[in-house]
């Protein structure tokens, strides 16, 4: 709660350039999908990726803590984390993370948008299917009613409330609205260099192409003198 | 310039006659006139294994096969590493690129005879080197530790244990006496250098045996005058530039712009010994097999069936009891082998699905029609069939 | 690759005559140019690739700091900073007085630290930020080993570092006597003190665009 509350402070204050639907969606895992679900595998600075800053992302590590060896009586020490560290989880193992969450594990972000049956519509189908369960429904212990899942109930509750994050670009936070945020936050996660793959396939492809002209005109070259009677 | 590379080309001729014998078998190399785009495949194949050989020693300088942390040194390729992705996008599409060359090269071979004598060897290095490839690819597949991996090395490496005599010894040997765990890792790490680089030398055979007996044609006539045939360079050297440029293309397509469309997505997450993902497909290129291997309720049935319908290849040349070479000129396996590569792809759909109804007998309908097709047709057809009249040369128009 | 690059030396066959075979070479040594192009354009994510993580890592703050207190007079304590160790000592009265004594200058490759190896706050006498504490990386200019710190003993009150390797010889401010292979010295690290008793390495107030990247060696 209290790191909710300091990320919250820092973000109102701080950069008023977020405003890639990739950013805001940082925004939004950073203020609430943050305290349960892990980016394992993400690191600070690969946030550069989506154009935050560097300050913000060496202020977004310091905020948390990383194991860091043993101190002099053999127990285990933390440091606060630096950029090139991974993002991690927020539960200090994964027996903590079930224990918090009724016993089930929430996905790790890191590929979750390749991994996710369904791909990003999904995941943006599933955060907005949210609703009140109609009078007389049984729901399991620790599980919330959702309409887009196949017995109609999920384990994570709700996640996304109108107006919870206060972006800082001046969107209005609706919930679809942050749920599209966030998913093209978690396709990005999930395919870090699609910009500069797409850039780079269409240079490589139009090379290919120049190529194959000066080849088939060369080609048609050679192979008429064959043809010709000698 | 002249006079002092002259010298020292000859110097170098004398000791080692490498420009003569580059200029013999690349330059000057009589190739027929009269081949099409399929012989391109070949040279496709080749740049693909250049490619993949290239990425993978790359590749290796930033992997750590072990265990605990494989998956992730594969998410730092994939992230963290300059250009990493790329190296390991080429890596990727360049192995679906050199299965696809490989299986059009080996359909233009039964199409057009070209495993029929004096070629038989250059067939059987070839066949070769395929095993040789699927051997590379499933090692390297299990690499990244993810959970397709893991199942798939599983699924494997237990159907390796149920082979008669040297199935357990095998499985152990690889195994290192545990599970599936470091020792593992590490040996098919060790295995996918070793077969990869085998796969060069079976190459060096393969187009060794190559210009022995020369390049078969669409005709399957041998060439017999002179200009029957056209020096390598400028003529394939051109024609096979222009076919590599679109090769590469779709090559550069699949990677920048559709990189997911080859790869299973459960592969991102990371091997879980305790759970099995809910649909395990193999890679597309293994597709056919593992659909044989299911076809059969019985499992050592099921995998000798698979292991067969490769090992049927391997007799081709002393199964196929036609004299004549092209198909072209033989009206009724011209209809029965395109049904043989349509029977091929079936079985590739129906292993990238469930087992089950449509799919199982569309699987069952082709495994059938594949072992038809080699143990009865090639032998029994020419009893049969009469071949269309052979025209008297190679460059005689088609008719 | 090198496919691409393949139509590229002249005909073989002789020329079919005219004006065609000229317009042919120009073609074919264009497209030979324009494939060997690509296939060193494709070289650069390979080569690329062996930069590491090292591109991606943005904003690291590689500070290391260190508590004095804890080390006693004429004694050293070493630390690590970006995988070098480094040496930070607490100079006695003696050892501050061998390095100005008469004479000293004579026997040192580089007295005066003309040499770039230290940040402007540390291009002194003592070479360090304050005379009292020295901070030198422990890496022998010669071939990179770790020379040993021969602490002050009543009959030598100076103290110096002895390289293991090949006899390299440095003085407590890491200055590479002459007669010895080393050829400069010991580099020192960018050093602010925060406190009386606390200094951080990696960043010099005196000298805030000091990079060790551009010293003279390491």
Known sequence: MKRFFIATLLLAGGSAHASTPEQRGFQVFRQICSSCHSLNYVTYSDLTGLGVSVPDIKSYASQHQVPDGLDEDGDPKTRPAHPSDHIGSPYPSESMARMANHGGLPPDFSRLALTQEGGPQRIIHILKSYTAPPAGTKLPLGAFYNTAMPHLHIAMPQPLHDGQVKYADGTTATIPQMANDVTAFLNWTARPHLKARHQTGIFVLAYLAGLAVLLGILKRRVWKRLKSPE | MTERSNSLSEWLEARLPVISAFRREYVDFAMPRNLNYLWNFGAFATIALGLLILSGIFLALNYTPTVTEAFASIEMIDRQVSSGWLVRAIHMGGVSMLFASLYVHIGRGLYYGSYKAPRELLWLTGLGLLLLVMTTAFAGYILPWGQMSYWGATVVINALNSLPVIGKPLAAWLLGGEGLGNTALHRIYVLHFVTAFSIVGFV?????????????????????????????????????????????????????????????????????????????????????????????????????????????????????????????????????????????????????????????????????????????????????????????SLQEPRG | MTQDGAPTSSSTQCSSGKGGTRRRDVLATVTAGVGCAGACALAYPFLDSLNGTRNSRVGEDDTVDVDLSAIPPGQQTVVTWRGWPVFVQRRTAAMLASLQAPGAAQRLRDPESKILQQPKDATNWHRSVVPEIGVLIGICTHLGCVPSYDTPSPADQSGKYACPCHGSQFDIAGRAYKNAPAPYNLPVPPVTMVSETHLRIGLSKGDPDFDIANIQQI
């Not at chain 2, 045996?209 to 020096?231: F, M, Q, R, Y």
């Not at chain 2, 049904?339 to 759909?349: K, N, Y």
């Not at chain 2, 594949?370 to 049969?384: Q, S």
């Open chain 2, 204 to 392: 060096v055979l393969h187009v060794a045996a190559l210009h022995v007996a020369g390049s078969n044609n669409p005709t399957g006539i041998e060439p017999a005058k002179p200009d029957d045939t056209v020096p390598f360079h400028p003529y394939y050297t051109t024609k096979d530039g222009l076919g590599l440029c679109l090769f590469l293309m779709v090559y550069a397509g699949l990677i920048f712009f559709a990189p997911d469309i080859l790869t299973l997505a459960d592969n991102y997450a990371q091997a879980n010994p305790l759970v099995t993902p809910r649909d395990i497909t193999p890679e597309w290129y293994f597709a056919p097999f593992y659909a044989i291997l299911r076809a059969v309720p019985s499992k050592l049935g099921g995998l000798l069936l698979a292991a067969g319908s490769l090992g049927v290849l391997f007799a081709v040349p002393w199964l196929d009891a036609s004299p004549v070479r092209s198909a072209r000129y033989r009206p009724i396996l011209r209809i029965a082998l395109p049904i043989l590569f349509l029977a091929f792809i079936a079985l590739g759909a129906a292993g990238m699905h469930p087992p089950t109804g449509f799919w199982l007998w569309i699987s069952r309908i082709a495994v059938t029609y594949w072992y038809l097709y080699f143990l009865i047709l090639l032998p029994y057809l020419p009893r049969v069939e009469i071949p269309k009249p052979l025209p008297s």
